[in-house]
């Protein structure tokens, strides 16, 4: 799948090369993601504050459905029945699958600065929220759950003997082990991608700064292999973006230690 500032999204067929419209938007997309709902949905998040719905079954140019937003789309995750949408604004839209035209609640999240990803829980029931700011936010859908939510601070390097004593980075992705549950990833703008216990509220591994920020990550399905862009993420504005920066995607080949649970001490 192919999003880009014409306001349209492709999807390519990897034995041929071929690349197919399937959705379209009146400014550009910002975020798609496929579910095996009616045959294959594709859901597309635009700057024109809206979500649509795409059948990839029957290719069309008008969507199945489509969901007005507060703001801007920024960031957009599915899993099981639950779409959380972040928008500009830090506005959190909340969707359930069986009623994807209607806003099941809406939210501000509970981060001050400016969102940057959103990632569901496996279980459906809650996600994570990262922002510019080097924080992220575990957050329970339903208010009964409320209790359990809490956020914490990640990204940072200490600056010892300074006035100012810390740089702040973006967290650019969250990512959940899809076999371990309650283990997920983030990574940012300092190059570095940690691996974390959500329900243990603890890092599990800290891992070698790559040469570059890190743009965009995900484990495989079975949780074996995790893959990492490093890429320049325009954290600096277009002053960053120097001649030579580093482009490429790496791969860590996942050890069970690092994503297992570790036992209560």
């Given at each position: ?57 029957t ?36 969707v359930?699958?069986?009623?994807p ?30 922002s ?8 329970w ?22 006035r ?51 743009a ?5 399905r ?8 490093v ?34 001490k």
């Amino acid at each position: 799948m192919r999003l880009g500032m014409d306001n349209s999204a492709r999807m390519f067929d990897i034995r041929t090369g071929a690349a197919e419209q399937v959705a379209a938007h009146a400014l550009p997309i910002k975020s798609v993601k496929w579910v095996d709902i009616a045959g294959g949905m594709l859901i597309t998040g635009s700057w024109d504050k809206t979500v649509k719905y795409w059948s990839t079954s029957t290719i069309s140019p008008n969507p199945m459905g489509s969901l007005d937003l507060p703001e801007r789309v920024y960031a957009m995750d599915v899993s099981q029945q639950l779409l959380v949408i972040a928008t500009a604004e830090r506005h959190i839209c909340i969707v359930h699958l069986q009623q994807p035209s209607i806003i099941y609640k809406k939210t501000i999240s509970p981060l001050k600065w400016q969102t940057r990803t959103i990632a569901c829980f496996p279980e459906g029931d809650g996600y994570a929220v990262g922002s510019i700011e080097g924080r992220v936010a575990m957050q329970w859908v339903e208010d009964k759950d409320q209790a359990k939510s809490y956020s914490f601070k990640c990204h940072r390097k200490d600056l010892p003997n300074t006035r100012d004593g810390t740089n702040v980075y973006s967290v650019n992705t969250v990512n959940f082990h899809l076999q371990q549950g309650s283990t997920f990833s983030t990574s940012g703008s300092d190059g570095n991608f940690c691996f974390w216990d959500r329900d243990q509220r603890m890092r599990l591994k800290t891992f070698d700064t790559a040469p570059g920020p890190i743009a965009c990550t995900a484990f495989n399905r079975s949780g074996t292999m995790f893959a990492y862009a490093v890429s320049y993420d325009w954290s600096k504005g277009y002053a960053g973006m120097t001649p030579g920066h580093v482009n490429k995607v790496m791969f860590h080949m996942v050890k069970e230690d690092e994503v297992k649970r570790k036992p209560k001490k």
